[in-house]
């Protein structure tokens, strides 16, 4: 629970979601980017924003989406 006035981050608000996504044994990779779009969307600035963009990459990897992998890479 967060407290009152608190701002919320990007790990509070994936909430399990992108990991139920990207879960064994068949993984929407495709539902694991929009959610991985959209935290980076909401929380740009939050520490966490390296990683999740680097997730975002390797599921792009994992459906084909090569060139756009590659752009999230960098």
């Not at 701002?7 to 495709?30: I, N, Q």
């Amino acid at each position: 629970n967060r407290g009152e006035g608190s701002t919320p981050t990007m790990a509070s608000c994936a909430c399990g979601a992108v990991r139920h996504a990207a879960s064994w044994p068949f993984p929407d990779y495709h539902e694991a980017a929009r959610w991985y779009r959209e935290l980076l969307q909401s929380f740009p600035d939050d520490s966490e924003s390296p990683r999740t963009n680097y997730l975002l990459a390797e599921t792009l990897f994992a459906v084909g989406h090569n060139g756009a992998a590659v752009y999230e890479m960098k």
